[in-house]
């Protein structure tokens, strides 16, 4: 079944990130691990890693947002399964292998423009294999929870939902920055620009945008465009124009009806391990409510958290994995 390049886990690759404890029961001892289940109604829920940080150089970024996937499951896999989180409706199905093309292009730079290209270039074959597994999860009526990886993969997943629902979607997307940039090749910053263009986004919703991390052009495409909603870090807690709540009940107003992605781009939280750094963005606890607030107020249909990069640092890794374990573990809750 699915994509070749797909790497599934068997319950023994899973009980290796477990530290049991008489008395105590965790996620990762009653998560699913068989790939054949993804067609019956015993799970709810698809974990997907998409180890990579291929789309991040293409966009001239840092790299190592490939690091996040294991360091989630160290953490996800040993919460409490308890009355408040089961997690026995949810299957790990494993993540997406792309470590040869990582390899490959190892010795490239984000300095020379041929460099950049080939790093485009293999984004969209990222883009087709992406896609196609997240279109036979969504057919087979289940929820796709993707960690990244790199913001290039909002294109290829919002592509596959809409694909197998055969109809455009929305997209709720909490980020200091916009990526709608211009279709100069695929990239980390403008996966979103290229699903409008295409047709598989009909409304996009960015809050928490920081204005000195957008450009004049940018920030104009973005206003002028009838089919996006947007509201900026400034004006919410700096200035205090609108409340957290009020920004993220007014993107989830805007967005309505339609069958809704929700993607937190880890950029936007305060001292996160990530491939764009800020000392000044959402709290945790932010990015907490974010998640737990548009999951009830949308007809949700994938969760994609990104761009996290705790690389080989032990402290990054724990807190990055903690994190996202934190804002997965709200998703499911609800």
Same mark, same amino acid.
């Given at each position: 079944?699915?994509?070749?390049?797909?790497k599934?886990?068997?319950?023994?690759?899973?009980?290796?990130?477990?530290?049991?404890?008489?008395?105590?029961?965790?996620?990762?001892?009653?998560?699913?691990?068989?790939p054949e289940?993804?067609?019956?109604?015993?799970?709810?829920?698809?974990?997907?890693g998409?180890?990579?940080?291929?789309?991040?150089?293409?966009?001239?970024?840092?790299?190592?947002?490939?690091?996040?996937?294991?360091?989630?499951?160290?953490?996800?896999?040993?919460?409490q399964?308890?009355? =408040?989180?089961?997690?026995?409706?949810?299957?790990?199905?494993?993540?997406?292998?792309?470590?040869?093309?990582?390899?490959?292009l190892?010795?490239?730079?984000?300095?020379?423009?041929?460099?950049?290209?080939?790093?485009?270039?293999?984004?969209?074959k990222?883009?087709?294999?992406?896609?196609?597994?997240?279109?036979?999860?969504?057919?087979?009526?289940?929820?796709?929870?993707?960690?990244?990886?790199?913001?290039?993969?909002?294109?290829?997943?919002?592509?596959?939902?809409?694909?197998?629902?055969?109809?455009?979607?929305g997209?709720?997307?909490?980020?200091?920055?916009?990526?709608?940039?211009?279709?100069e090749?695929?990239?980390?910053?403008?996966?979103?620009?290229?699903?409008?263009?295409?047709?598989?986004?009909?409304?996009?919703?960015?809050?928490?945008?920081?204005?000195?991390?957008?450009?004049e052009?940018?920030?104009?495409?973005?206003?002028?465009?009838?089919?996006?909603?947007?509201?900026?870090?400034?004006?919410? =807690?700096?200035?205090?124009?609108?409340s957290?709540?009020?920004?993220?009940?007014?993107?989830?107003?805007?967005?309505?009806?339609?069958?809704?992605?929700?993607?937190?781009?880890?950029?936007?939280?305060?001292?996160?391990?990530?491939?764009a750094?800020?000392?000044?963005?959402?709290?945790?606890?932010?990015?907490?409510?974010?998640?737990?607030?548009?999951?009830?107020?949308?007809?949700?249909?994938?969760?994609?958290?990104?761009?996290?990069?705790?690389l080989?640092?032990?402290?990054?890794?724990?807190?990055?994995?903690?994190?996202?374990?934190?804002?997965?573990?709200?998703?499911?809750?609800?």
């Amino acid at each position: 079944m699915m994509h070749q390049k797909l790497k599934t886990y068997s319950k023994a690759d899973i009980l290796k990130y477990v530290s049991k404890r008489d008395g105590e029961t965790k996620i990762g001892e009653v998560i699913r691990s068989e790939p054949e289940l993804l067609g019956s109604d015993r799970v709810d829920y698809v974990l997907l890693g998409i180890p990579e940080d291929i789309g991040v150089r293409g966009n001239l970024g840092k790299g190592g947002a490939y690091s996040a996937w294991d360091a989630f499951l160290n953490a996800f896999l040993n919460v409490q399964s308890n009355q =408040f989180l089961k997690g026995d409706n949810v299957l790990l199905l494993g993540h997406i292998d792309f470590e040869s093309e990582l390899k490959s292009l190892q010795a490239l730079s984000t300095s020379r423009p041929d460099d950049v290209g080939v790093f485009r270039s293999e984004t969209e074959k990222i883009d087709d294999v992406v896609s196609e597994i997240i279109r036979e999860i969504v057919e087979h009526g289940k929820i796709p929870i993707v960690i990244g990886g790199g913001h290039n993969n909002a294109y290829p997943i919002i592509k596959g939902v809409s694909t197998a629902l055969n109809k455009p979607i929305g997209t709720i997307n909490c980020d200091p920055h916009s990526d709608f940039r211009k279709l100069e090749g695929r990239h980390s910053g403008n996966g979103f620009s290229y699903a409008m263009e295409n047709g598989f986004l009909k409304k996009y919703a960015v809050i928490g945008l920081h204005e000195g991390y957008n450009s004049e052009t940018n920030i104009a495409d973005l206003r002028e465009n009838d089919s996006i909603y947007t509201s900026y870090f400034e004006d919410i =807690f700096i200035r205090g124009k609108l409340s957290w709540n009020e920004t993220i009940f007014n993107a989830v107003s805007f967005i309505g009806e339609l069958e809704t992605g929700i993607e937190l781009d880890l950029d936007s939280i305060e001292r996160m391990p990530v491939s764009a750094f800020t000392p000044c963005g959402i709290s945790i606890i932010n990015a907490r409510q974010y998640i737990s607030k548009v999951r009830t107020g949308s007809n949700y249909k994938y969760l994609h958290i990104c761009e996290g990069a705790p690389l080989q640092n032990d402290i990054n890794q724990k807190v990055t994995g903690k994190s996202i374990s934190y804002l997965v573990c709200d998703f499911l809750k609800l």
